[in-house]
Each structure stands twice: as structure tokens, then as C-alpha cells.
């Protein structure tokens, strides 16, 4: 193997590190684990993801340029770069495909995005804390970045009393403190500003108590005619859903945690069902109905 095809090689073999310990991660906020264990083995894994390229390089460091091929040295290292050469390229061929399958295009006819500078509009950055603000400022950061998408799907079989409904979807707002409650005013008035329908939420709101005040002085101030529905994530879990549940409903939301429910849109029957597994139960169950 050429010196060339080597550091491309490499390159390829970063990439597929990078990839490989970002998906154990997000693999293991995705469990239901307490928040104590989920955050030592979140340190700990980063800790690995850190460490394992700066023994490789050591350990290749001793090396010549002539007999540097890092990819057959007959090691753990060697092994270990193989496997992620494999995930590097593999992620980079099958990727573009798996996201051409992810939306039927008979359906998605439109698709735009407007990107909105969050504390441009605030005139201050809502950052607290020395690590939010630290990580915030990094270059190419896009934490205080709101992404307004707008899909117009084309539905078979819709009933014509929904032609034209529109719904605002939030997801993972990840209340912690780290990013202050006026970000989240702002993006409520933003949410309202686009008049939608119904508006759905669905999970990973608030991890910190200290947050939960927050919730009614923000979500619940979203408007929608037809409602404004949620359901929890995994994160919700890290303090008390129940009570987050209770304060959210205090707020005028509809809970659909594990159940379904029969409502009147525009005339047309609909009927609206949320699932929180594996994290909580129950699963909602159609015999509800």
C-alpha cells in the first residue's frame, strides 16, 4: 500500500471511528439505565473514543515512513484501524442510499429549510454555565441554531376535510439549564408565528427539575385549534415523568403517554396514539378504543 493510499485509509478509518462510538453512545442514551449509570458509561466511553487514536498513533509512532502501514502491523491496533476502515467506507457508500430510501418522494413534495440565528434574534447568547458556554462558542457550533423545516406531503386516501391541515412537530428540547428559557420562549413564539393546526412533541422535553417551572411559562404557551399533544423520551425519565406529565397537562397539553384517543378534526374522525417503549410503559392498546 502506497504512503497515499495509507493516509486515506486513515482518514477513512477516523471517520469510521468517529461513527462507531457515536452510535454506542447514542445506543446507550437510548436505553432506560438510571441517569447516574448512563452518565459514568457516557464518560467512559468518551474517555475511549479519546484515548484509542492517541495509543495508535504512539504506537505506530516508532515506525518508518518505508514500513509505515499501519493496517497490517499484526496487532490489536492494526485490527482495530481494519474494522473501522470497514465502517468509514462502508458508512460513506451505503449512507447516501439508506437517506434516499428514508422519504418516499410520491409522498415529500416539498421540503425547505430556514435557518434562524437564535441569539442574533435574542441579541445575547442563552448560555449557561463554563461548559455550555465553552462548547457554544466552538466554531461551527450550531446549538443556538433554530431549523425551521417545512415538509408538504402528498397523502393517498386523505380525507378531504384534512386537505391542507398542517402540524408543528418539537422534539428533544433537552431542558438541563445549560441553554437558558428564553431560547425556548423564542422558540415558541416562533412555532406559533407559523399558525399550524396541531402541534405534536414527542419526548426528551426536560431532564433537571430546576427546569420544570419552565414548562408552563414556555409549551404551554403553544396555540394550535386542534390541540397541542405529547408524549416523554428516555430523558424524561432521568426525574420524575409523572410529575412532568402532571405539569404539562396543568398547562393545557394532552397526554398521550401510552394510549390512544378519538378526536373530531375538521369533521373527519382521527385517531391519535402515543407509545413511550421501551423506556415506559405501558404500550398503548387498541382495546382502549
Known sequence: MTLALVWIALALAALGHGFLWTGIVNRLHGTGWRRWLVTLLTKLLVAAFLALPAVIAWRLWSRTAAAFDPFSAGDWSAAYLRV???????????????????????VLKQWTVDRRDVAKALGRKPLHGRMAKLIG??????????????????????????????????????????????????????????????????????????????????????CAPLGVYFVLGNHDAFIDANQTRATLIEAGLCCLSGRWLRADWNGAAVTLGGNELPWMRPAASLAEL
Open 84 to 106: 473501522c476502515l470497514i465502517i468509514g467506507a462502508g458508512s460513506l457508500a451505503v449512507k447516501p442510499w439508506i437517506e434516499s430510501l428514508r422519504y418516499d418522494q410520491s
Open 137 to 222: 462558542n466552538l466554531p461551527g457550533n450550531e446549538v443556538l441554531t433554530l431549523s425551521v423545516d417545512r415538509k408538504r406531503l402528498a397523502i393517498p386516501r386523505l380525507p378531504a376535510e384534512l386537505e391542507g391541515l398542517s402540524i408543528a412537530h418539537i422534539s428533544d428540547l433537552h431542558m438541563t439549564g445549560a441553554i437558558g428559557r428564553d431560547y425556548f420562549d423564542y422558540l415558541v413564539r416562533q412555532v406559533n408565528d407559523l399558525r399550524p393546526d396541531a402541534i405534536a412533541i414527542t419526548g426528551d422535553i426536560i431532564e433537571r427539575d430546576v427546569c420544570r417551572p419552565w414548562l408552563e411559562a414556555s409549551l404551554g404557551q403553544l
